[in-house]
């Protein structure tokens, strides 16, 4: 779950970066949107949310969503259009630990939000 406190800015945000990564919004409610795989839309995924109690949403130090992607190319386009639409770069597309084979970027989305997205594939 991601808070936010434009729910209509956020949504457009994922609709757009959670593409790349075979994501749709599959659920609409008045607080919060879900995004599931495409191939399974029944099955929420991620929460975009105003919080609950109403209060400002900020974004939390040390804290960080990741999300898993089928490839290195996902991860790359999913980090290229979250920077295209306002993300900030919090490290580029590339392995960690060096010698490792998975694969990861960070953004930080449009509430400061810490999104990793990572792949365990060589390709």
């Known amino acids: 779950m991601i808070g936010t406190n434009d729910l209509e800015a956020s949504s457009k945000f994922y609709d757009i970066v959670l593409s790349e990564l075979d994501m749709i919004k599959s659920f609409i409610g008045e607080r919060y949107v879900g995004y599931a795989d495409n191939n399974n839309p029944e099955k929420i995924n991620l929460y ?4 609950f109690n109403k209060e400002l949403t900020t974004s939390g130090n040390g804290t960080m969503v990741a999300l898993l992607a089928k490839s290195r190319d996902q991860v790359d386009r999913f980090h290229k259009v979250a920077l295209q639409n306002g993300a900030l770069n919090e490290g580029l597309p590339g392995p960690r630990p060096s010698d490792a084979i998975e694969y990861y970027s960070y953004i930080r ?3 400061g939000n810490k999104i990793c ?4 594939s060589e390709t």
């Open 117 to 120: 997205v990572y792949s365990t």
């Open 109 to 111: 989305d449009l509430n």
């Open 48 to 51: 975009v949310t105003i919080p």
